[in-house]
């Protein structure tokens, strides 16, 4: 036999696409040629694969060798290739059965001792094999990452001669082992650290409850970076269809997934130096941003206004679609990035303007300037605006003496879960997720909160688009009401959270 071929995965984006390795042993002159777009690291695989396959006594045909990777449009990127063309020409050569290679996929990168190493990405390519017949071989050193997916049919190998051994039918070899690290909800920040910020901690339930956006604005030191922080405790947890999806974006990242993770929200707060790589994803091989490694989880950008404005543009796109596009020259790769948007600013350049505290020196040309850094497009996608206010002392001692020790997080937490499943049936989304059409549907006023709409509308002279925020919103108060229908004291305390709206007519 002089052609064999085994079956293996690149990774893209979160997809883990077949690719067939063809293996041609032909007579003339030797040499060892790979074609099928490969990059840089998977042409060095020949020196690997050369030094592996001889250092495992096996013997490496003096022949014409070629290597086909199909299809030959799809970038293919790592070492992850070495271990199939290893075996394909193994196979090629008359050294190990055909048969059962077919029955099988195989991904590794190998040491020029043969021993395998562990490549990155994994999830996805145990994910998609899942959907096939076949049986996947990986290195042992991603065998606990294979086991996040309890039904698939793994299994793992340190040496290319253990894999050679399992085909000739002389051993067996491990499936992985299923060690489930316990998820991480136990110790999460709970909301009871925070003192008084009733109505700071209030909005971030019904942020949680809709899955609204949400920005806090107030002087430093009020509690909002802690009240951002808290905001995972009271999300409904991730399902396991949820946290493989979140294992397999990390999985993909430049960090790798740590199975110490398993089932934990995510929660992303990247530094306001970001670049628009960094959050949103990029580079080659495209990794995921942070927008995509908050997928099901939370965004927090702490300090926006200080965040480049070319960054946060970016993130406009994301926030709409829930999905992020990386286009190249030759290919296209999508990551999924749903996440939950928070944010956090001061109101003004020297942080204290309308601090019941401190004194604010700026004047109002700079407070403008500071608020129009963050674009009417970005504030638009923003659903709630809140103002943490600072507290003045006597109000921190009577907090401390009223303070009974008790903790509202598990009940808020139960309160936004009813709230979620409400929409859920009602409209088969969040509320934040509905759209122009679905929230003249879903939100019926009655006639006074029409009413009184319409004469906040006209004195605060908000847009169109406002106007819909706020509707989505007062329908997210009141399911967690339990009302079919949106009165104006919904509508009244939905309108509070416009905060910046009131800040910027103002300054
Ligand atoms: N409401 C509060 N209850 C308890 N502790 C608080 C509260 N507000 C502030 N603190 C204390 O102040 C510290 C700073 O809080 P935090 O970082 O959340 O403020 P911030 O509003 O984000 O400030 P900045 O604008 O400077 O980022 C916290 O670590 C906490 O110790
Ligand atoms: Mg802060």
Not at 84 to 107: K, N, R, V
Request: aromatic share 4%; proline share 6%.
């Amino acid at each position: 036999m002089t052609l064999a071929i085994v079956y293996t995965r690149a990774s893209s984006g979160i997809e883990a696409p077949l690719v067939t390795v063809e293996a041609h042993l032909s007579n003339g002159m030797a040499g060892f040629h790979i074609v099928g777009l490969p990059a840089a690291a998977v042409k060095e695989s020949r020196d690997r694969v050369r030094s592996a396959i001889v250092n495992s006594k096996f013997e490496f045909p003096i022949k014409h060798i070629t290597i086909n990777l199909a299809p030959a449009d799809l970038p293919k990127e790592g070492g992850r290739f070495d271990l199939p063309i290893a075996l394909g020409i193994l196979a090629a050569s008359g050294q190990i059965p055909m048969q059962a290679i077919a029955t099988h996929e195989f991904t590794g990168e190998l040491a020029l001792s043969g021993e395998l190493r562990a490549v990155r990405g994994i999830l996805p390519v145990v994910l998609a094999v899942q959907q096939t017949e076949r049986i996947l071989v990986v290195p042992d050193e991603n065998g606990q990452e294979a086991a996040l997916v309890e039904t698939a049919r793994v299994r793992t190998a340190s040496h290319l001669l253990e894999v050679c051994a399992y085909l000739q039918g002389r051993q067996t070899l491990a499936p992985c082992k299923v060690k489930h690290t316990a998820p991480h909800e136990t110790n999460l920040p709970l909301l009871g650290d925070i003192k008084g910020q009733q109505h700071a901690k209030r909005a971030l339930e019904i942020a949680a409850a809709g899955r609204h956006s949400l920005l806090l604005v107030g002087p430093p030191g009020t509690g909002k970076t802690m009240l951002a922080t808290r905001l995972p405790a009271i999300l409904p947890k991730l399902d396991e269809a949820q946290a493989l999806e979140v294992a397999a974006i990390a999985s993909i990242s430049s960090s790798g997934f740590d199975p110490q993770d398993w089932r934990r929200m995510p929660f992303r707060a990247p530094h306001h130096s970001s670049s628009s790589v960094a959050l949103v994803g990029g580079g080659r091989p495209p990794r995921p941003g942070e927008i995509s490694l908050a997928h099901h989880g939370v965004l927090f950008l702490d300090e926006l206004p200080e965040f480049n404005r070319i960054v946060l543009e970016s993130l406009r796109e994301p926030l709409e679609s829930g999905h992020i596009t990386i286009s190249r020259a030759a290919f296209q790769t999508v990551f999924p990035a749903q996440f939950q948007f928070i944010a956090a600013m001061n109101p003004c350049p020297c942080g204290y303007a309308g601090s019941a505290t401190s004194r604010c020196n700026c004047s109002r040309d700079q407070v403008k300037r500071y608020l129009s850094k963050l674009s009417g497009p970005l504030l638009d996608r923003i659903d709630m605006q809140v103002e943490v206010a600072s507290l003045p002392e006597s109000i921190w001692q009577q907090l401390a003496e009223a303070d009974t020790g008790e903790d509202e997080t598990e009940a808020k937490r139960i309160s936004v879960l009813a709230a979620r499943a409400r929409q859920l049936q009602r409209q088969q989304c969040c509320n934040a997720l509905l759209k122009a059409s679905g929230t003249t549907t879903h939100c019926q006023l009655t006639r006074e909160a029409k009413l009184l709409l319409k004469q906040i509308m006209q004195k605060l002279l908000f847009s169109a688009r406002v106007h819909h925020r706020i509707m989505k919103v007062a329908r997210t108060i009141a399911d967690l009401e339990n009302s079919a229908v949106v009165t104006d004291t919904h509508i009244a305390e939905a309108v509070t959270y416009r905060a910046l709206d009131r800040m910027k007519l103002l300054a």
